[in-house]
């Protein structure tokens, strides 16, 4: 499949523009998604438009392009706000194209409070987690995205759409509240990143975004595992590892307001 210019690089995939030609076959009338982020200044995302399509292809031997459309294609059929995938192979995902700021840019440039970014975020999980899982039967088991943060949201016209669903799978909702705060977390305990107080208003936000009488959706299990996951993820650097150890009380006296 030929690609056309590079529009974004992450730590694990990049993304390409694609003529609409070059697209594949699919559903009359199914556009394609989007282009992918990781944490906060982790991955990039095409949003400047050319095509109806993007190419997002994994890079040595990374993730499952095909179990990622799957995911993708069922939240959506239940009315998540996900991008629809045209094809999909074990690499490669062409994906609608969207237009619009990640979350992230938009409070980079004072167009969305981190407060109202962070109950935003609340929202998509909680909505998330509202859906039936593709493949339990396990009544208290949900899809989960695992890597809902700020750069993994465009803000479209049509509004808030969750990409990079390559981590996606089903468990307990805490696992999920869990990875998302560690995230926030890490950038937020980092003294030597200027966007730690952003990333602590976002994760006051989240955290704080609980529906009236019901207890949190954050679990201490959710929490350790996702420190857990997070300190064996391979992409991490030392450094990001390090502040880990700061996550869990960070969290704690976050939720505790």
Known sequence: MRTGRLLGA????????????????????EAVHEAEGGPPGEAGHGADAHGTWVLRRYRDGWGDARAEAQVMDHVRTHGYPAPRVRTATRTD??????SGPTMLEAIAAGALPPAEAGAELARLLHALHALPPRCSTDPATRVLHLDLHPENVLLTPDGPRVIDWANAEEGPPGLDWGMSAVILAQVAADTDDPRAPLAHAILTGLLTHQPPGAPSALTEEGVTEAISRRSQNPTMSAREVRLLDRTRELIRSVGAR
């Open 93 to 98: 995902l062409v994906l609608e194209r969207l």
């Open 10 to 29: 992450g730590r694990t995939a990049d993304v390409y523009e694609m003529a609409d030609d070059e697209a594949g076959d699919g559903p009359p009338g």
